[in-house]
């Protein structure tokens, strides 16, 4: 015979609580099922707190969305990383107007980075964590075909085209692909290219009913000082107000772009959300409050309902 809880009354509670919490889930899952869920998983949300804890955390999540019938699909970047490479390099990181300034041996050292480092990583942890996923370049069969953004920038890639079928066969295959953003233009040459952006341009590609950009914050703030002032729901013109207003400024100015072409290609909604906070994911596509800001189309641009 088992032992009795030391206090059933509390188990008791805690079972509800959790049976509330499947409840209010399943609404979500009905009107996700089958669908494509686009995931960007910043070097930030990697590098935030404990490493190893926000990742399985994470690996976690996008294994119970696959189990339960979403299509899952995880980009990712790892800005912080290449960064502490290029530094034991003695390789000074160099930025102009947000962007990575990406020479020849800097971009061996993103390829290093993504392609070596961050991406089995996120592979490993899903197929650990009761998933199954496969780790897949831009590079590969041309998926980010791209051209050179700026001279000054170097090695980053601007994109030109998605190629959506090298994603859907896997999804089609049952994998949840781990997309690493190195790009590739017509002459073969690899680029980077901002994770972000290439998150939204897939997203659009894919027809996505979603978007989550995880990050180290934990959405917009009207005060930056006060994570009670976390907004929950945005349209683009609410995100032009604000940033005139100087409350979006920094960081979240080109994420903020990328949800707001995201939705204007397509997408249903767009989530910032912070990546460290232990199955943010869930909470945030699965329950009614949520934990991020999410982005809308404005109500003209969505045409007749």
Do not use: W
Not at 95 to 109: K, P, Q, S
Not at 153 to 181: H, N, R, Y
Not at 191 to 202: C, E, F, G, K, P
Not at 265 to 271: M, Q, S, Y
């Amino acid at each position: 015979m088992s032992a009795l809880p030391t206090n059933p009354v509390a188990s008791g509670i805690d079972r509800a609580q959790r049976a509330d919490v499947l409840i209010e889930a399943l609404p979500y899952l009905r009107r996700f099922a089958g669908g494509v869920v686009v995931i960007k998983y910043g070097g930030n949300a990697l590098a935030g707190g404990d490493e190893s804890s926000a990742l399985a955390s994470f690996a976690r999540d996008v294994a119970l969305l696959q189990a339960v019938g979403l299509r899952p699909v995880v980009v990712h970047g790892g800005g912080p990383q290449i960064n502490a490479l290029l530094e034991r390099l003695g390789k000074v990181p160099q930025f102009h107007e947000g962007l990575r300034v990406t020479d020849a041996e800097t971009m061996e050292v993103v390829g290093m980075v993504l392609l070596g480092q961050v991406n089995p990583r996120i592979v490993s942890a899903i197929n650990v964590n009761g998933g199954r996923a496969a780790g897949v370049s831009g590079q590969d069969m041309e998926l980010l075909l791209v051209r050179q953004r700026d001279p000054q920038l170097g090695f980053v890639g601007e994109i030109v085209s998605v190629q959506p079928k090298v994603i859907t066969d896997m999804l089609d295959d049952g994998v949840v692909p781990v997309i690493a953003t190195v790009g590739v233009d017509a002459h073969g040459d690899a680029y980077n290219v901002n994770a972000d952006t290439a998150a939204s341009a897939i997203a659009v590609a894919l027809g996505a009913m979603k978007i989550l950009f995880l990050t180290d914050v934990v959405g917009v703030l009207l005060d930056r000082n006060d994570p009670g002032s976390l907004v929950g729901r945005l349209t683009p013109v609410e995100i032009d107000a604000l940033t005139k207003r100087g409350v979006i400024a920094g960081g979240m100015i080109p994420k903020l772009a990328s949800c707001i072409d995201a939705v204007n290609g397509g997408v249903a909604a767009a989530h910032i959300l912070d990546g460290r906070v232990d199955h943010a994911v869930l909470l945030e596509l699965l329950t009614d409050e949520g934990v991020g800001t999410m982005v809308v189309a404005d109500p003209a641009s969505r045409g007749p309902s």
